[in-house]
C-alpha cells in the first residue's frame, strides 16, 4: 500500500515554480466555502441516513464531524499540481524509485483515457487517505464528506491541491484542476486527523530520493 500510495502522491505532484498565494485569495475562499458546505451537510440527518444505513462507527465519527468548527481554516498548505503531460512523466520517473509496475501501461494509454485517469487521482488519494488513516467507516462515508464545484477558468489558475486544518485537527483536502477549455473544476473533502501529516511524511521521502515536491505555506 506504501508503494502504490507513494506512486499516486508522485503523480499528482510535478515540481512547479511557486507563485505565492496570499491569504484569503480565491482559492482559500472557494476552499473554505466548500469545507463549510460539506459541514452543512453532514448536520442533515436526513441526507447522512442516505449513506450511514444506521452503521454506529460512521455515526460516531459523524457526531464528531457535526461538533467541529469548520467555519475558518486555521493553517493551510498548497501542493503544486502539473497537467496531464507533467503527471505521466513524473509517474515514469517515480516508477523505478517504488518498484511496483501496476502503473506501466498508463504510458500508453489514449488521451481520452489519460485524461480520466488524472481527473480520478483526488478522489484516489483521498480514498488511500481515508483507507489508512479512517479505516472502513470513512471510506463508507466518502461519498457523503465530499462536494465540488465548477467555474470559469481565474486569471493565473494554476492546478493545485489545498491541504486545510481546523480547531482540534480536524482537516479537509481540496483539489482545484483544469477540467476543460477555460474550465475548472473544486473537490473538496474531509479527510482524518492526521492526513496533511501523513501526506508530508510521503513526500520527504519522495525528496530524498530525488523527486521534488514543491509546497507552500499559505496560512
Known sequence: MKKLFATLLALIVAALPLTALAEGNWYIEESTD???RIHE???DENYC???TVGNEAVNTWLEK???ADYDAPVSAKAVYV???DALLDLLSRALPM???DSFDTLLSLSDTAKDEFVKKLPAALANLVNSRLGGTEWLMMGSMINTGRGYVEPDGFRPCVLML????QCEA???FQRTGEGVVGASATLVPTGAAAFVDEYIGQLAARGIEVETEELL
Open 173 to 175: 483536502f481540496v483539489t
Open 98 to 100: 517504488t518498484g511496483d
Open 41 to 43: 451537510l453532514t448536520l
Open 165 to 168: 486544518e481546523y480547531p482540534g
Open 34 to 36: 466548500l469545507v463549510r
Open 49 to 51: 441516513s442516505i449513506y
Open 82 to 84: 502539473g497537467e496531464k
Open 65 to 67: 464531524i457535526r461538533a
